[in-house]
């Protein structure tokens, strides 16, 4: 009961996406949080990190609490008001603003997961001209997308929207357009390692330095 006491009363409420993983795949939220805990280690402390396409925040508060700062930024604005409403801390925030058209501003690093394979073709060049823009010189850019080789075994639900799907070797090249140096790493369930490429099933990719 002491504990119970220190504890906050305040509830959390889930949004429709953190709901359906929780229903129906709850390892998928796992991987998600595994991954931005990878990101929040690369990235370190005392660190402002814009993370596009956070959806509910879930992973936005961990960047936060590891990193310092965090702005969460996402198209789906019921998912924004969800955010905004578990949330009520100086190192978090919140927004819909159109990545592809808006000035952000400068940050120390930029996390993107699950974003890039739903850019359509012919945005794709500028999503990563905003993604470098908007770092500083020595920024980190991590980005992480489903692996194209693991298409067949993706459920129908998760193929929706995926126009833009990447293999190692692409999105390595993509990367090093904008930045000198670039690391590859392979996601397989929550686990995140060095392994091959090609059998992973997913993919993230750690840019550092812009160029130019």
């Not at 129906?24 to 690369?42: C, D, E, G, I």
């Not at 990367?175 to 390692?193: C, I, L, P, Q, S």
Request: aromatic share 12%; with cysteine; glycine share 8%.
């Amino acid at each position: 009961m002491e504990v119970k006491d220190l504890m906050a009363h305040r509830p959390v409420v889930l949004g429709r996406y953190v709901a359906y993983w929780l229903n129906r795949s709850p390892r998928r939220a796992l991987h998600s949080m595994s991954y931005y805990k990878f990101a929040a280690k690369m990235i370190g402390s005392s660190k402002r990190v814009l993370d596009v396409g956070c959806g509910e925040g879930l992973g936005t508060w961990l960047l936060a609490a590891e990193c310092g700062y965090a702005r969460g930024l996402d198209f789906d604005q019921q998912s924004i008001e969800t955010a905004r409403g578990n949330w009520d801390d100086p190192r978090i925030a919140f927004g819909s603003e159109n990545f592809l058209e808006t000035d952000m501003g400068t940050w120390d690093a930029l996390v993107s997961f699950d974003v890039v394979e739903h850019i359509q073709p012919a945005n794709v060049a500028a999503f990563w001209e905003r993604t470098a823009a908007c770092l500083a010189h020595d920024g980190v850019a991590i980005v992480g997308t489903p692996n194209i080789t693991s298409t067949p075994y993706a459920s129908p639900i998760a193929h929706l929207g995926r126009s833009n799907l990447y293999s190692g070797e692409r999105l390595e090249t993509e990367m090093r357009r904008y930045f000198e140096h670039v690391f590859m790493f392979a996601g397989n369930d929550e686990v995140v390692h060095t392994g091959y490429l090609p059998m992973a099933h997913y993919l993230i990719s750690v840019g550092c330095r812009k160029r130019g």
